[in-house]
């Protein structure tokens, strides 16, 4: 695909973006940022897409891993992202842009993290949470639980990605 090609599809290809980002999040900021984000990633891929064939499919996926790499970035957890979800729409109806489809994923994805973070350990789940939802620094958890810095980071990756792996297993 040429330059002027994704020029003239960009701005149907943002405004999924946006979608996808004020659904998540529920604001205008974030989704603004994801869209942006979005659209320089598919930008680095532009040699890649075929022209004439739509890319909403690559779009929507891409803005969600957007989302997740602005959660990320918070120190937050995809469980705390999933509970950012659930306010989004106001009561009687969708919030506003959101399909039905969107809410519905979001409601999906926030009951894939439950499960799957029910899936950890005890000691696992206590430190992922600590550090993952209430965002605590490294420091600050070893002071509390009396365990090495090093053995929080391999137990909370470990939780991490097992709560990835479980989401995907939920998800397919």
């Known amino acids: 695909m040429t330059q002027e090609e994704f020029e003239n599809i960009?701005?149907?290809?943002?405004e999924l973006m946006l979608s996808v980002g004020h659904s998540f999040f529920g604001n205008d900021d974030d989704a603004e940022d994801v869209a942006q984000e979005g659209?320089?990633?598919?930008?680095?891929?532009?040699?890649?897409?075929?022209p004439g064939i739509r890319h909403?499919?690559?779009?929507?996926?891409?803005?969600?891993?957007?989302?997740m790499d602005k959660v990320r970035k918070r120190k937050a957890s995809p469980f705390v992202a999933?509970?950012?979800?659930?306010?989004?729409?106001?009561p009687g109806g969708r919030?506003?842009?959101?399909?039905?489809?969107?809410?519905?994923?979001?409601?999906?994805?926030h009951e894939a993290v439950?499960?799957?973070v029910q899936h950890l350990k005890p000691s696992e789940r206590r430190l992922f949470e600590?550090?993952?939802?209430?965002?605590?620094?490294?420091?600050?958890i070893a002071r509390l639980t009396n365990i090495a810095k090093p053995s929080i980071k391999s137990i909370?990756?470990?939780a991490r990605k097992k709560v990835f792996e479980e989401i995907k297993r939920l998800r397919t």
């Not at 919030?95 to 994805?109: N, Q, Y």
């Not at 600590?130 to 600050?140: N, S």
């Open 10 to 14: 960009a701005p149907r290809l943002r």
């Open 39 to 50: 659209l320089v990633a598919l930008l680095r891929f532009i040699d890649r897409m075929e």
């Open 56 to 67: 909403d499919a690559l779009a929507i996926r891409v803005a969600k891993h957007c989302c």
């Open 82 to 90: 999933a509970r950012m979800t659930e306010g989004i729409s106001p």
């Open 95 to 109: 919030a506003v842009g959101a399909s039905p489809h969107e809410v519905l994923e979001a409601k999906e994805l």
């Open 114 to 116: 439950n499960k799957a």
């Open 130 to 140: 600590m550090r993952q939802i209430e965002g605590l620094e490294l420091d600050e």
């Open 156 to 158: 909370v990756s470990a």
